[in-house]
Each structure stands twice: as structure tokens, then as C-alpha cells.
């Protein structure tokens, strides 16, 4: 009988013990040194907030989430330092990857701005900011420095913009934010070669042609009088306004070079023929 009573208070005081709670255990301040080990995800919150560890699908999850509501809450890593030791790639996908820019990391958000880091964003791997990233595209080779939405890209050095891609229109800007060509360089460009590619018809052989319409002297003199620049040639006003074009003008210099040139030829033979008649009167 004395056994029997002794026996109670112990077995009353296991089951307290294996009753208690993990807050319990912790608000005691007890600590282990072995591992914990997770091995599913059976019996989910349906209630409160707060940070769930679990295994699932041969992977372990850290979740912090509204249970109430199934919505995902922030998560802020403090510390000194954070240290992953990995045997595999690392991936880190955004959830919601059906946005334009694929899988992303969104580090920094203050009102409407973005910061992203891109691991996994349409099929390439790359680093970037919102949209813009560097890349590289699988079968395309190379590195790629790509913006995916119609935003311009800048190059900034020293705090001042020096060159623009515009987002829309792919026209390259030196020197300018707003380029209004393919390339648009505002300011001195200094090189050794430039060469400029035309098709065969439109360079001014045809002035040899004899289908050729040679103005005379006479109607060439009379248009420079009038206008004050030759026929075909931009005014100074035109070339002020609009620029000059290096393949039209080259053009039409030659154009004009060989127009001189007929000009000469048809001058010597009258030079020759006046000799000709010289010489005969000086013969009689």
C-alpha cells in the first residue's frame, strides 16, 4: 500500500513533465545541446503570427506568415554577418514569377522604387535593379546587359550622366540624355577613319555619262549670282539648322569636282582650238 502512494506523486509528476509546452520549456530558460530535428509539416497554424520551421517535400522551410490570413509577413536577418555554406547553386525566386521580369529577390522597396536581385529572371542568371540586370540569356552566348521594360538606360561617372540608351527607340546618346539618332554625340569626336557606305548609283560617275546635263558657265554664273551657293548644295542657313550630312555632302563635292573638271576639259580644247588659229595666222 505504501508503494502504491509513492508510486502516484511519481507518475503525477512525469506527466507533468511530458505535458509541458514548448513556451513552458523555454520560459524556463532550459537549453539543449543536441540537435533538433524536423521531419515534417503536419498540424500547419490555422491562427497568430509569427516565424514556422518545417519540413516539406524533401526540403526544409523558414516561414514567416500571417496563419490567419495565409499571408507571408516580412523577414529581417540581423546580425554581423551571414554565412551560407552551400554544396549547390543558390536560387532565390520570387513566388509571384509571373511578372514580366521572372524570378526576383526584392531586397529594397520604399514607395514607388524597386531594388531587385535577379538569380533567376527569364531563364538567365544575372544580377540587377528592378528591370535592368546583367545577364546572360542561354543560347544567345556572351554577357548581356539588358533593360526589359522601355525605360532608358544611363552610364553615369562622377555623379553626371555621360551616356543614354533610349529605352524606346534603341538611339545611343553621348554627351546628351535625349539622342535623336542611332547615335547622337554631342560634343568633339576625334578618330583616324570613317568610312561611310553608299550604294554604286549614288556616287557622280554619271557626270561622265554623255546623257549628262552639264550646266553652261553662263547658267552656272547667273544661279551663284542669284542664290549665293551651288546648285544642289546646302545653304549656309540649311546646314546651320539641319546639319551636315558626311555621305550627301561627300557626294556631292565630288559631284562638283567632276562637273570642274568637264569644265576644264571643255576650257582646253577652246584654249587649243584659239591656239590653232594663232598659230595659222601667224603662218601666213
Do not use: C
Not at 48 to 70: E, H, P, Q
Not at 189 to 202: E, F, G, P, Q, Y
Amino acid at each position: 500500500m505504501k508503494r502504491s502512494l509513492l508510486t502516484l506523486p511519481l507518475l503525477f509528476a512525469s506527466l507533468s513533465l511530458f505535458s509541458q509546452t514548448l513556451q513552458t520549456v523555454t520560459d524556463s530558460g532550459n537549453t539543449t545541446s543536441n540537435m533538433q530535428l524536423i521531419t515534417g509539416s503536419a498540424k500547419t497554424p490555422t491562427v497568430g503570427k509569427g516565424l514556422g520551421l518545417t519540413f516539406w517535400n524533401n526540403s526544409s522551410y523558414l516561414v514567416s506568415r500571417d496563419y490567419a490570413t495565409n499571408a507571408d509577413m516580412p523577414m529581417v536577418f540581423q546580425g554581423s554577418s551571414f554565412l551560407m555554406n552551400l554544396t549547390q547553386p543558390f536560387f532565390i525566386r520570387n513566388n509571384a514569377g509571373t511578372t514580366a521580369r521572372g524570378g526576383g529577390f526584392i531586397f529594397d522597396e520604399t514607395g514607388g522604387g524597386r531594388s531587385t536581385l535577379v538569380l533567376d529572371a527569364n531563364g538567365g542568371d544575372g544580377i540587377g535593379l528592378d528591370y535592368s540586370m546583367l545577364t546572360h540569356f542561354p543560347g544567345q552566348g556572351g554577357l548581356t546587359i539588358a533593360n526589359m521594360n522601355a525605360a532608358p538606360m544611363s552610364f553615369l561617372t562622377n555623379g553626371t550622366k555621360r551616356m543614354t540608351i533610349d529605352g524606346t527607340t534603341g538611339y545611343v546618346g553621348i554627351g546628351t540624355a535625349n539622342p535623336s539618332a542611332l547615335l547622337s554625340v554631342n560634343g568633339e569626336i576625334r578618330t583616324k577613319k570613317v568610312r561611310v557606305t553608299l550604294n554604286a548609283s549614288d556616287w557622280p560617275d554619271y557626270v561622265f555619262m554623255d546623257a549628262y546635263q552639264l550646266p553652261s558657265l553662263q547658267e552656272l554664273e547667273q544661279y551663284v549670282e542669284r542664290h549665293r551657293h551651288l546648285p544642289g548644295v546646302p545653304s549656309a542657313d540649311v546646314i546651320a539648322s539641319e546639319g551636315l550630312e558626311l555621305g550627301d555632302m561627300q557626294k556631292l563635292q565630288m559631284q562638283k569636282i567632276e562637273e570642274l573638271t568637264l569644265y576644264i576639259i571643255q576650257q582646253n580644247k577652246r584654249i587649243e582650238a584659239l591656239e590653232a588659229r594663232l598659230a595659222a595666222v601667224d603662218g601666213q
